[in-house]
C-alpha cells in the first residue's frame, strides 16, 4: 500500500491504472475467494480519475492518494449496496456514510467495493446468503474467518492492497490469521464509531494488510475522535507509522496459549508454532515470562448476553425474521428474552472481567497468546443451521483468546509469523495495554523484520 502511494505521487504509477488492475483480478479470482460482495467499478474509476486531477494539481496531497481500499459490508457508504451480510438487507443502498469512510475519503482512497461479511458480522465465519463464502486463498476449501472475512481474503488474494475491518469480538484478528495477513483492533476510542456505534463498546473499526507499516499507516487515517464519543482517545503524539521505525527498547512479554473457555484444547500445531514465536521473542532480546491465564472459565460467559442483544440491533422488519439465518434468529430471540435488568447486570459484569483481563496485561509491556486454537477448518464446519447452539460453542472453541481484548478495549494485532509444512498461516496475536498501539506496532515490526512473511503468496495469486 504505501509503495504503491509513493509510486502514484512519484508519477510512476497512475492511480486509474491501478484500479484497473485490481478491477481485473477481481473479476478473475473474487469467485474463488469470496471476498467482495459488491464491487464498483464505476466508482473506482471516478475516485481513481480524481486522485489523478488532485495530483496534476500539486499541492499537499492526501496520505493514500489513488490507493484502493475497501470497506467491510458492515459499515455503510452513502450510494453504495449496502447488505450488512444479510438477504434480508440485499437490495439496499445506503443514504449516507460514517465517519471512518470519511477519513478514508479525505485520505485520498479508492473504493473497488464491500467486502464480504456474514450477517449483522455475528459469526466467526463468512458464510450468508448474500455472497458465496469467503475462503482462505492459501486454501480454498477452509474459511476466511470472520466477520471481516472478506476483507482479509481480498488482501492475501491481491485483490486489494489494504482493507477497512471491524472487530468486536476477533472479526478483524481472526480472519487475518485464517488468510495470513496482519490485523489490528485497536484500542476502544482510537477510532471513532461516529454517527452511531456499538452501545457495548465491543466494536471497533481497524485495518487490514499484507504487512505492519501499511496497517500502520491505514490506522493513522482511521484514527481520531470526534465529540461526543463514548470513550474519546486522543491522539497519538507521533504517527503510528514512524513507531515502526523505532527498534523497541527490551522488554517485558507475558504469555498464555490456555484457553479460557472450559474443555477447550489448542491444536499442537499451533502450539509448536506459538513456542517458536516466544523463542524468536526471547531472541531478540525481550523477557519472555508465563503467565497463567488472567479470566476463569465463567467470566467469558458475562459476553454472551451482551452479544445477543446486540443481534438485535439490526431493524429487520417482524415480517421478514424467518428470512434470517438460524444462527441469527437464535441469537436475537435470546436477546429478546433478557430484561432490561438482564442486559445492565450483563454489562456490569462484563466490565468487571475488562478490568480484571486489563490489570492482567498491565504488568507487561505486551502478551503473546496463539490468535485461534485451531488451524482454519473447512468452509461449513463450523456453521451449523440444524444446532445454532453447537454453532455458537464451536465458535468459542475456535476463537478462545480473541474476545477478552474487546472486552476489556486494549489494543491486539495478528501476524503470520508461522505456516505449517502446508503452507497454513498460523497468527500469533500480541496485545498490549489501553492506548498502546504505537510500541505495539514497534514491536510488530520488529517481529516482522526478523521474520518476514510480506512476499509470500497464496496458490490462488
Known amino acids: 500500500m504505501l509503495e504503491q502511494a509513493a509510486a502514484i505521487r512519484g508519477g510512476e504509477l497512475s492511480p486509474v491504472e491501478l484500479a ?4 481485473e483480478r477481481i473479476a478473475r479470482l473474487n469467485d474463488t475467494v ?9 466508482r473506482a474509476l471516478d475516485d481513481a480519475r480524481r486522485a489523478e486531477r488532485r495530483l496534476a494539481a500539486g499541492g499537499v496531497l492526501p496520505p493514500l492518494l489513488g490507493v484502493p481500499v475497501p470497506v467491510k459490508d458492515l459499515t455503510p457508504v452513502a450510494g ?3 447488505t450488512s451480510g444479510s438477504a434480508v438487507f440485499a437490495e439496499r443502498v445506503a443514504e449516507s456514510g460514517t465517519h471512518v469512510v470519511e477519513l478514508l475519503q479525505a485520505a485520498g482512497t479508492v473504493l473497488l467495493g464491500k467486502t464480504n461479511t456474514p450477517e449483522f458480522g455475528l459469526p466467526a465465519y463468512t458464510e450468508g446468503r448474500v455472497a458465496p463464502p469467503a475462503r482462505s486463498p492459501y486454501d480454498t476449501g477452509r474459511i476466511a474467518g470472520g466477520s471481516s472475512g472478506g476483507s482479509a481474503a481480498a488482501v492475501a488474494a491481491g485483490l486489494a492492497p489494504a482493507a477497512h475491518g471491524s472487530d468486536g469480538g476477533g472479526s478483524i484478528r481472526i480472519p487475518a490469521s485464517c488468510c495470513g495477513v496482519v490485523g489490528l483492533k485497536p484500542s476502544r476510542g482510537r477510532v471513532s464509531p461516529a454517527p452511531n456505534g456499538d452501545v457495548t463498546g465491543l466494536a471497533v473499526h481497524g485495518p487490514i494488510a499484507r504487512n505492519v507499516r501499511d496497517v500502520a499507516a491505514l490506522l493513522d487515517v482511521m484514527a481520531g475522535p470526534v465529540p461526543g464519543d463514548p470513550v474519546p482517545l486522543a491522539a497519538s503524539g507521533t504517527p503510528f507509522l514512524e513507531w515502526c521505525d523505532r527498534e523497541p527498547r ?9 484457553p479460557d473457555v472450559a474443555g477447550v484444547g489448542v491444536d499442537p500445531v499451533v502450539l509448536a508454532a506459538y513456542e517458536r514465536t ?8 525481550h523477557e519472555v515470562v508465563e503467565v497463567e491465564q488472567p479470566l476463569g472459565p465463567g467470566d467469558h460467559g458475562a459476553f454472551d448476553p451482551v452479544w445477543e442483544v446486540m443481534a438485535l440491533m439490526a431493524p429487520v422488519p417482524e415480517r421478514r425474521e424467518g428470512e434470517l439465518m438460524p444462527l441469527t434468529r ?10 432490561g435488568e438482564r442486559f445492565a447486570l450483563a454489562l456490569a459484569a462484563m466490565q468487571g472481567v475488562g478490568r480484571k483481563f486489563a490489570a492482567a496485561v498491565a504488568s507487561f509491556d505486551a502478551v503473546l497468546t496463539p490468535t485461534l ?3 482454519p477448518p473447512a468452509v461449513g464446519a463450523l456453521r451449523d443451521d440444524a444446532d445454532p447452539e453447537a454453532d455458537f460453542a464451536a465458535q468459542y472453541a475456535f476463537t478462545p483468546f480473541t474476545g477478552a481484548w ?9 501476524l503470520p509469523v508461522e505456516w505449517t509444512d502446508d503452507g497454513l498461516p498460523v497468527g500469533m496475536m500480541l496485545g498490549a495495554a489501553h492506548g498502546a498501539e504505537g510500541p505495539l506496532l514497534a514491536l510488530a515490526a520488529q517481529v516482522e523484520a526478523a521474520a518476514p512473511w510480506r512476499d509470500r503468496r497464496p496458490p490462488v495469486w
Request: glycine fraction near 10%.
Open 330 to 339: 437464535w441469537l436475537r430471540e435470546r436477546g429478546r428474552a433478557a430484561s
Open 20 to 23: 484497473r488492475h485490481y478491477l
Open 250 to 258: 527490551r522488554l517485558r512479554i507475558g504469555r498464555w496459549a490456555r
Open 406 to 414: 474487546n472486552i476489556a478495549g486494549l489494543p491486539s494485532v495478528s
Open 373 to 375: 486454537a485451531q488451524l
Open 34 to 42: 469470496g471476498a467482495y460482495v459488491t464491487v464498483t467499478p464505476e
Open 80 to 82: 453504495v449496496r449496502f
Open 278 to 285: 516466544s523463542a524468536l521473542l526471547a531472541g531478540l532480546g
